[in-house]
């Protein structure tokens, strides 16, 4: 982009500017040629900057880097925005009657975001029947369980016969009969048989939701997805419409191909580049399925574990002898302390191996991650919907969730994101999570374990600076210093914000998004909503 002869350049007049650089706040910003120049006064800067770069006054704006969602699953949530929705079903009745006013995609019923912990019953392949005869394929909120019905069943093989698949489990009825509720790797048995997702809808499905992202603040994204999501990337960068910084962690069942090619992480572009590979260890609070080194506190057991020791290490050890990074999920603290067990012993490469989600912890392993470099990849929004079920499921083991204060005390690197489409894009309500941890029902009003609380400088560090320690680029991005790109964010919100205040940040909003010295988003000069 080139603005009256100077091209991604800009200075940027606010009430505050937040570098992220000790000492070098101002209240404005320069940059040009898509790199930021000076952080300062507006005095110091009016007089260095050449008349012709466009000028933008905010002076309500509070600036700070761009902020980057550190875990998402954006192309899912992309093709997601089109399908029904069932989030906030306050029943299954409320969710059928959506469901059957759905329309199919390539002749199926797609959707997701149902809560059968909101349900006094779970779902079942019978109710569905009663609304559609199309195959039907509903990934819960946590996307650890799919609602399917009996076309879906029938499409897949899935009878009283076939047997649960490792790390995987096909819920049935007393009489062996399933359900229509499947857990974890049980969910691929339909995957396999869904119609492919078709390239031209997910290329546009990628560029509208990239421009809701910029709406938000978001300038750049640490994908976890299959490989037709980085063909999609790649074909928006091939046309100069990649307008995120995108890392991409690919599944592990990618490795030997990524090993056959002689990749590594870090490698790409300045938009787009490789992460480390995903293994998943466990499964999510929500569906029981996260692994507990002790059962729940029911009794009835201990949750999922998804990968073998054996099978992980062996991944693992191959991947980072060729210089590619591991991206582990584990929220149980079984989970957890098998992913240390992996990760501690591996090699310091160029991006940093990392635990998704690190949720419930043992007090004997809080301090590992820090001492071999382990970066943490939290989402904060989860927080407030998680409290009821992490204290009726893990009771006095939850002192150990979301313990973000207590793993920065010992010198973690905290990398937030959202987890979209578990959780909205908009960091907002994982900036108050973070800083509040108040319950969504509104108990805790002082803070669930309220010595966790964050500041806003700790929660911002961790929405940007920490994500680019996390995508090995911290000597580029992150900060708003010279030579640094210029990727930035100005936030109408309350100055209340950092004293404390994360509801301050939350009813906030972005006014104005930069990627690489191009604006993005502008809110418009009259009012418009969020």
């Not at 994908?223 to 419409?241: G, N, Q, S, W």
């Not at 002689?262 to 399925?289: E, H, M, N, Q």
């Not at 991947?319 to 957890?336: F, K, L």
């Amino acid at each position: 982009m080139t603005t009256n002869g100077f091209p991604q350049s800009g200075l940027l007049r606010a009430r505050r500017v937040l570098s992220q650089q000790p000492g070098a706040d101002g209240d404005s910003v320069w940059w040009q040629d898509g790199s930021i120049r000076a952080v300062g006064s507006a005095l110091d800067l009016e007089r260095r900057v050449p008349t012709r770069v466009p000028r933008f006054d905010l002076p309500n704006a509070t600036v700070t880097p761009g902020f980057v969602d550190g875990h998402t699953h954006f192309a899912m949530w992309a093709l997601g925005r089109s399908r029904v929705h069932l989030a906030g079903a306050r029943t299954p009745a409320e969710a059928l009657s959506r469901i059957a006013a759905a329309v199919a995609e390539q002749g199926w019923i797609r959707g997701h975001g149902w809560d059968a912990n909101r349900w006094e019953a779970a779902p079942d392949r019978w109710s569905l029947d009663a609304v559609t005869n199309l195959p039907a394929f509903l990934e819960s909120i946590d996307v650890h369980a799919a609602w399917v019905n009996s076309a879906a069943l029938t499409a897949a093989g899935i009878d009283r016969s076939r047997a649960d698949p490792p790390g995987g489990r096909i819920v049935r009825d007393a009489n062996g009969e399933p359900t229509g509720l499947l857990l974890e790797r049980a969910q691929e048995l339909v995957r396999a048989v869904l119609p492919p997702s078709d390239p031209v809808r997910l290329h546009a499905a990628i560029r509208e939701a990239q421009a809701e992202a910029h709406r938000f603040g978001i300038t750049g994204i640490h994908d976890v997805e299959a490989p037709d999501a980085l063909r999609a990337f790649r074909a928006l960068e091939a046309e100069d419409a990649l307008r995120l910084r995108v890392l991409f962690h690919p599944p592990v069942a990618q490795l030997p191909t990524l090993l056959a090619n002689g990749v590594r992480s870090g490698l790409g572009s300045p938009w787009l580049a490789l992460g480390g590979i995903k293994l998943f260890l466990d499964g999510s609070l929500g569906s029981r399925t996260a692994w507990m080194l002790a059962p729940y506190e029911d009794g009835r057991d201990s949750g999922m574990a998804l990968t073998s020791a054996e099978t992980a290490r062996r991944a693992v050890e191959a991947a980072a002898r060729s210089g590619i990074s591991c991206t582990v999920h584990a929220i149980g603290d079984a989970a957890v302390r098998r992913a240390l067990d992996l990760l501690e012993p591996l090699p310091t490469l160029a991006v940093p191996h990392r635990i998704e989600h690190f949720q419930c912890v043992h007090p004997d392993d809080i301090g590992r991650a820090a001492a071999r470099g382990i970066v943490v990849s939290m989402q904060p929004a989860h927080l407030p919907g998680d409290v009821h079920l992490a204290e009726e499921r893990w009771g006095n083991r939850s002192r150990g969730a979301y313990a973000a204060r207590t793993l920065l005390e010992h010198g973690t690197v905290l990398a937030f994101g959202s987890d979209v489409p578990v959780a909205s894009i908009d960091p907002r309500p994982g900036v108050a999570a973070a800083m509040n941890r108040v319950g969504a029902d509104g108990r805790y009003p002082s803070g669930w374990n309220p010595a966790e609380r964050l500041s806003f400088a700790q929660t911002l560090r961790a929405f940007t600076l920490g994500n680019a320690i996390a995508a090995g680029q911290a000597g580029h991005r992150g900060r708003l210093a010279p030579g640094y790109d210029a990727d930035l964010v100005a936030w109408e919100v309350d100055p209340a914000v950092e004293a404390g205040d994360g509801a301050a940040f939350a009813a906030g909003r972005a006014v104005l998004t930069v990627v690489g010295g191009e604006v993005v988003f502008r809110l418009p000069a009259s009012p418009s909503s969020d």
